[in-house]
């Protein structure tokens, strides 16, 4: 598998958890979110890739483009059902997937590269646009604080699909500035990945493109 990347991406960080903790090899193909000119995702050869330009984007051993990282992570675990990142309760799965959502969906949205841009665009200055991202990532932590286990990971023993998501949101949070002291829980979530190999061979320090 080819995974179109950017080693800071919030999304693609997901999805190299995702490979990393099924256990599944990969080459990286780096995508410069920022350089040349406003970044390689824009340009005509990502694009003819994936008409929305952004990353992450996968590339199957069969050879089919997925764009989008709950849709590529979704395809993962069914392609490849060892090591699950969903609990098999029904019910489980759909408290897992809420906090995916929280952070995927109503979070991460609100700080990606062109929603900020687009602020400054309006007008808003740098203080302006730092306080916008601290506001909906406190938001956000607050409540998957309210939602994950008293204990282990997100919920359990073993990392999954909640952790896929959160870890790379608490990167952005320190990327930001924003304060983890509130969030316990998480907190205990983010030292155990510290120390775990799949979250370790993910992360934004260790990627090809990392500078
Ligand atoms: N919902 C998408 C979000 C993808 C996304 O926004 N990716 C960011 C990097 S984390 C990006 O490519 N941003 C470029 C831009 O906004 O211009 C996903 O989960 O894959």
Redesign the pocket.
């Known amino acids: 598998m080819d995974l179109y990347t950017?080693y800071r991406?919030?999304?693609?960080y997901?999805v190299r958890i995702a490979l990393a903790l099924k256990g599944l090899d990969y080459h990286a193909l780096p995508?410069n979110?920022i350089a040349p000119a406003g970044?390689e995702?824009?340009q005509a050869a990502y694009l003819a890739l994936n008409p929305?330009?952004?990353?992450?984007a996968l590339r199957t051993d069969d050879g089919a483009l997925l764009?989008?990282?709950?849709a590529?992570i979704e395809y993962l675990e069914e392609r490849y059902p060892q090591r699950p990142l969903l609990p098999a309760d029904l019910v489980a799965r759909a408290r897992v997937r809420g906090v995916a959502a929280v952070i995927?969906c109503d979070v991460?949205?609100l700080h990606?590269?062109?929603?900020l841009?687009r602020l400054r665009e309006t007008g808003q200055d740098e203080m302006q646009v730092t306080q916008w991202i601290g506001h909906w990532i406190s938001q956000g932590l607050a409540t998957v604080e309210q939602l994950i286990a008293d204990s282990g990971f997100c919920f359990g023993a073993e990392p999954g699909l909640a952790d896929a998501y959160l870890i790379p949101q608490l990167y952005a949070a320190e990327r930001f500035h924003v304060s983890l002291e509130p969030y316990p829980r998480i907190r205990r979530v983010a030292a155990l990945a510290a120390e775990h190999p799949a979250f370790i061979q993910a992360h934004p320090a260790n990627q090809p493109d990392t500078p």
């Open positions: 950017y991406s919030t999304s693609s997901r995508v979110l970044g995702h824009r929305q330009g952004r990353v992450p764009i989008q990282s709950p590529i995927g991460h949205p990606n590269v062109s929603v841009n």
